[in-house]
C-alpha cells in the first residue's frame, strides 16, 4: 500500500544514493541508529506504517544530502497528506497559512548542474566503514589515496607517500579490505574499487565529538608535514538563527562542488585537497 508519504521518501532516499531500503537501514548503521528493527523500518516504504513526526528529523538527516526547501516542502506536503487522508484535506487544513504551498519552484541552470555532480553521482559510506576509516592516521590517510587515485599503490609506496610506518600501513589495508574499501590486486598491491566515485560519510549529527575531532586531527598532522594552506575567507554577519538555517544546504552543497575537480589520475599539479567550511554562532545580539 505505497501512500503519499511512502512514495516521496523513497524518491528522496535513491536520490541521495541509497538504491534499497536495504541499503538506507544498514549502511546508516542499523538498528542501533534507527531504533527499530529493518522489517519495521521496511513498513513505513511499504506505506503500512507512518512514522511519529518526531522521528522525521532523524530519517531526513540519514539521508546525508540537505534537503533543499522544494524537497522538505514536498515531504512535509505528502506526510500531511497521508495523516490526513487526501489532498484536498491538507490544503485546506494549510490554506490559512500560505498560499501556493504545493507549487514548487523551478532551479536555476547553476543549481541544477550543481546537483548533477553532487546528488545524482553520490555513494553513501556505511557506518561501519566510516568507523574503519576513522581508526587511525593510516587507515584515514590510506582510504583518501585509494579512493582518489585509479592505479594502485604497494605498502612501501603508502610508506613513502604518507610518512607513516609500515606496519601501520599494513594494519590499516587489512582493516579498509575487510570492509570491502580496497582490494590486494595479483602482484601484492592495493587498489579501491571505490575510486573516483563521489562518496558521502555519514551525517556529522550522527557521529560522536571525538570521532569527529578525528579528521581535523589527521588533516591538521599532515599540513604540519607536507601541506600548505591555499586559501581562506570569512564573513561576519548579523543574522536571524532561525532563517539562516535556509543558508545551511546551499552551503553544503557549495563545499561538496569541489568534486568536480576531482581526478583519478596523476598530473604535474595533482594534489590532494581537502576543503573545510564551518558555521559558526559567536554569541546573541
Not at 107 to 114: F, I, K, T
Not at 167 to 174: F, V
Not at 218 to 239: F, H, P, S
Amino acid at each position: 500500500m505505497v501512500t503519499a508519504f511512502s512514495r516521496v521518501f523513497a524518491k528522496l532516499r535513491k536520490e541521495a544514493g541509497f538504491e534499497t531500503a536495504y541499503q538506507f537501514f544498514h549502511k546508516n548503521g542499523g538498528a542501533k541508529v534507527f531504533k527499530c528493527s529493518f522489517p519495521n523500518y521496511l513498513r513505513i516504504e511499504k506505506g503500512t506504517h507512518l512514522p511519529q513526526p518526531k522521528r522525521l528529523p532523524l530519517l531526513c538527516t540519514l539521508l546525508r544530502l540537505p534537503l533543499k526547501s522544494n524537497e522538505l516542502k514536498e515531504l512535509i506536503l505528502a506526510y500531511l497528506t497521508t495523516w490526513l487522508g487526501s489532498k484536498d484535506l491538507t490544503d485546506w487544513v494549510l490554506g490559512p497559512f500560505t498560499n501556493g504551498v504545493g507549487q514548487a519552484m523551478a532551479s536555476d541552470p547553476g543549481a541544477q548542474a550543481l546537483r548533477k555532480v553532487i546528488r545524482d553521482s553520490a555513494q553513501p559510506l556505511a557506518l561501519a566503514q566510516y568507523e574503519t576509516i576513522m581508526k587511525n592516521r593510516a587507515s584515514y590517510w590510506c582510504y583518501r589515496v585509494l579512493t582518489s587515485a585509479k592505479e594502485p599503490f604497494g605498502v612501501q609506496e603508502l610508506t613513502k607517500l604518507l610518512g607513516l610506518r609500515t606496519d601501520e600501513i599494513q594494519t590499516a589495508l587489512t582493516a579498509l579490505e575487510k570492509q570491502l574499501i580496497v582490494k590486494k590486486t595479483k602482484n601484492g598491491r592495493y587498489e579501491s574499487p571505490l575510486a573516483g566515485q563521489f562518496l558521502v560519510f555519514p551525517d556529522s549529527n550522527l557521529i560522536s565529538k571525538g570521532m569527529m575531532d578525528r579528521v581535523f586531527q589527521y588533516n591538521a598532522e599532515m599540513i604540519k608535514k607536507k601541506g600548505e594552506l591555499l586559501d581562506v575567507r570569512y564573513c561576519g554577519v548579523r543574522a536571524d538563527t532561525g532563517k539562516i538555517q535556509g543558508f545551511v544546504p546551499h552551503f553544503r552543497d557549495a563545499i561538496r562542488s569541489v568534486n568536480a575537480y576531482a581526478v583519478t589520475e596523476k598530473t604535474d599539479q595533482s594534489a590532494l585537497v581537502f576543503v573545510e567550511g564551518r558555521v559558526y554562532k559567536l554569541f546573541d545580539f
